[in-house]
């Protein structure tokens, strides 16, 4: 018997359930740094709810990737753009954000980047979804949800933003690998 259709959450219903598990840990000291693209647009409504003081900080991973070296610019996404941090890295307490953690092999370009900057405090890791399929020992201290089993690796889940405003509402969609919008 066929497994039964994997049924997506709803991305603003697990927004506010993110906001909330922030809001505990919440300090004026605290930055976010979300990972282009969709976990800059997480970002920047994580930092406007959560009222935080740190300026808000973006990451483009592209030349930390470890499979860089053996896809070279096939590996870049088009439009790349370039990390802002705009605030001292040394002794912060930081939270990536990025939309759904798979492998952690993005999340581990992310602090490489990150520590090209400085020596964070604390390091700390906020993701809208879990979709399973790890290949190395990292693990979000702040996950909105975790699939209940997980997806086969010639499937994406995409955040996807419904129009330009940084509050637009935010939603999930399910694509096969190599289907227009896999990078």
């Known amino acids: 018997m066929p497994p039964t259709p994997l049924s997506l959450p709803d991305a603003e219903r697990l927004f506010a359930i993110l906001v909330e598990k922030l809001r505990t840990d919440a300090t ?3 930055a976010l740094v979300g990972i282009h693209t969709s976990g800059v647009w ?15 900080g973006s990451i483009d991973v592209s030349y930390h990737r470890d499979d860089y070296a053996s896809r070279g610019n096939r590996n870049l996404p ?4 370039a990390s802002s941090i705009p605030f001292e ?4 307490h930081i939270v990536i954000v990025d939309d759904v953690l798979y492998t952690g092999r993005t999340i581990r370009a992310a602090m490489n ?17 879990d979709r399973g399929g790890r290949e190395l020992p990292i693990f979000a ?15 994406k889940l995409v955040l996807a933003r419904r ?13 096969e690998q190599g289907e227009q919008g896999d990078a």
């Open 28 to 30: 004026p000291d605290m």
């Open 42 to 56: 997480l970002a920047e409504r994580l930092h406007a709810a959560l009222g935080l003081a740190m300026p808000l």
């Open 78 to 81: 088009r439009g790349n753009k």
């Open 89 to 92: 890295v040394e002794g912060a």
């Open 113 to 129: 980047e990150l520590f090209d900057h400085g020596r964070p405090g604390r390091l700390d890791l906020a993701v809208l979804v």
């Open 141 to 155: 201290r702040y996950c909105a949800h975790t699939l209940e089993r997980p997806l086969p690796a010639t499937q």
């Open 163 to 175: 129009g330009d405003a940084a509050d637009a509402p935010l939603g999930l969609t399910l694509q």
